[in-house]
Nanobody, 127 residues
């Protein structure tokens, strides 16, 4: 089992920044599969939950959806078992509930590959 706890959401004006955190606990160590990863997804009202970014648990390779490249950065603090999502130059269309999730080995951008999910944190960007 893996437990995930997000924090850091809030209300920000367009062009502003926020940093989300995802603290992981439980069975996160000893996983050597190629695609173990922590990812961030987001879901806006009336829309499907979509992939945003992920970091491979073993290689630290990162993956970004095109709409956030150059604005969002994912990083990891091994000592704290925490993944961060730095979001800069935020736009109103970034408004959504952001979820972190743990991938147990499937395709990185496929939400069906993620077996463990946090409760979500709201990000609202005003114009």
């Amino acid at each position: 089992q893996v437990q995930l706890l997000e924090s850091g959401g809030g209300l920000v004006q367009a062009g502003g920044s926020l940093r989300l955190s995802c603290a992981a606990s439980g069975r996160t160590s000893g996983r050597t599969g190629r695609n173990y990863a922590i990812g961030w997804f987001r879901q806006a009202p009336g829309k499907e939950r979509e992939f945003v970014v992920a970091i491979n648990w073993n290689s630290n390779s990162t993956y970004y959806t095109d709409s956030v490249k150059g604005r969002f950065t994912i990083s990891r603090d091994n000592a704290k078992n925490t993944v961060y999502l730095q979001m800069n130059s935020l736009k109103p269309e970034d408004t959504a509930v952001y979820y972190c999730a743990f991938n147990t080995g499937g395709p990185i951008i496929d939400k069906g590959s993620y077996d463990y999910w946090g409760q979500g944190t709201q990000v609202t960007v005003s114009s």
